[in-house]
């Protein structure tokens, strides 16, 4: 599922729209006995636990958040939207770790496409 963060924003919240389609993933897999795509019972623990960043990572999450804001690619509100979410100015792996399933799913998802839209854009670091 690609959420169009490579082209420039659009008028609606992307990423309130991501978290939605997640969130319509999970509540389906639970409706349908916790089975998943391939057919085998969905382990959410491990789902939870592997789906948390850390301050690294988190901190590479804010930057391409910003730059993707200051090139375009982002609006204001999704913008802002992911600088609260990633922890404003002080994130850490334990606040990531509290947010919902959906909203981290959707934030990862958002971060590979940015990634990969700015991929050798910006030079070595």
Not at 2 to 23: C, T, W, Y
Not at 47 to 73: H, M, P, V, W
Request: hydrophobic share 40%; charged share 25%; net charge positive.
């Amino acid at each position: 599922m690609s959420l169009d963060f490579a082209g420039r924003p659009h008028k609606i919240n992307r990423m309130k729209l991501a978290v939605e389609r997640f969130q319509a993933k999970i509540d389906h897999v639970k409706a349908n006995g916790n089975i998943g795509v391939n057919g085998k019972p969905v382990d959410w623990d491990f789902l939870e636990k592997n789906s948390n960043a850390t301050d690294n990572e988190l901190f590479a999450y804010q930057t391409l958040q910003s730059r993707a804001f200051a090139s375009g690619k982002l609006s204001e509100e999704e913008a802002s939207w992911l600088y609260q979410k990633l922890g404003r100015e002080n994130p850490t792996s334990e606040k990531f770790a509290k947010l919902p399933l959906a909203e981290k799913m959707a934030i990862t998802k958002v971060m590979e496409e940015l990634a990969s839209a700015y991929s050798g854009m910006f030079g070595p670091r």
